[in-house]
């Protein structure tokens, strides 16, 4: 298996554009779940879905991020409109039933000018 | 609010055995020890959980003491590729809740 697979691994963009985050998870995870990490926050968890469903979003920090998962193979994350503050690594994680060691993936490095 | 208290860094000599303390007093019964480590540049990998007995597998063991106030990560022989951040989390045993991660220590391995 591949394991997770984000794109983009790199992304650099101006304050105000959109960004979308993309995430294949594991075939067979039932859990997907968005981390956010800063060097003065750390690894913080976004939001996570089972089954699909979006099941706690109580850490997205405000409108401009919305999440989705429109089938078992495929997760986006978008900020709209882009902030500096957005600048972090994005990590996509996902599961197999109720197991937290979920598997990492590489995560997208965005930078916000 | 941070459930677990670890040292910010270590060192630790190549093909020594690495113990990483972890301190979770506030622990409840039904909670399990989580060891996460991340590498510099990579999404963070697990390690190895436990509830109350000691645990091992490939990578690593857990000792955790009687009273589950703390904890041990046992790298029998270190490596330089063992270079990481590691996170020790405490958490309901599904842990679908997702992962709360604090600092870490910062295990640096030397040659």
């Known amino acids: 298996d591949a394991g997770v697979i984000q794109s983009p691994r790199h992304e650099v963009t101006e304050m105000g554009q959109e960004v979308t985050l993309r995430c294949k998870p594991i075939?067979?995870?039932?859990?997907l779940f968005w981390y956010r990490q800063t060097m003065m926050r750390g690894l913080e968890l976004l939001i996570y879905f089972n089954n699909n469903v979006p099941i706690d979003d109580s850490g997205m920090p405000e409108d401009r991020f919305s999440a989705k998962m429109p089938n078992a193979s495929f997760s986006t994350l978008k900020i709209q409109p882009s902030e500096p503050r957005d600048s972090a690594v994005y990590f996509c994680?996902?599961?197999?039933?109720?197991?937290?060691?979920?598997?990492f993936g590489p995560g997208t490095r965005l930078t916000v000018l | 609010d941070a459930k677990t208290t670890q040292p910010t860094s270590m060192d630790c000599a190549e093909g020594r055995a690495a113990n990483l303390p972890c301190n979770h007093s506030?622990?409840?019964?039904?909670?399990?020890v989580y060891w996460y480590r991340q590498i510099h540049s990579q999404g963070p990998q697990y390690i190895i959980h436990g509830l109350k007995n000691n645990e091992t597998n490939e990578m690593a063991s857990l000792i955790i003491t009687e009273d589950r106030k703390s904890s041990t990560l046992i790298l029998p022989h270190a490596t330089l590729r063992d270079t990481a951040v590691y996170y020790c989390i405490v958490l309901l045993g599904g842990g679908a809740d997702g992962l709360t991660f604090g600092k870490g220590t910062h295990l640096i391995i030397q040659p």
């Open positions: 506030t622990i409840s019964g039904n909670e399990y």
């Open positions: 994680a996902s599961s197999n039933s109720l197991r937290a060691w979920g598997f």
């Open positions: 075939s067979g995870h039932d859990y």
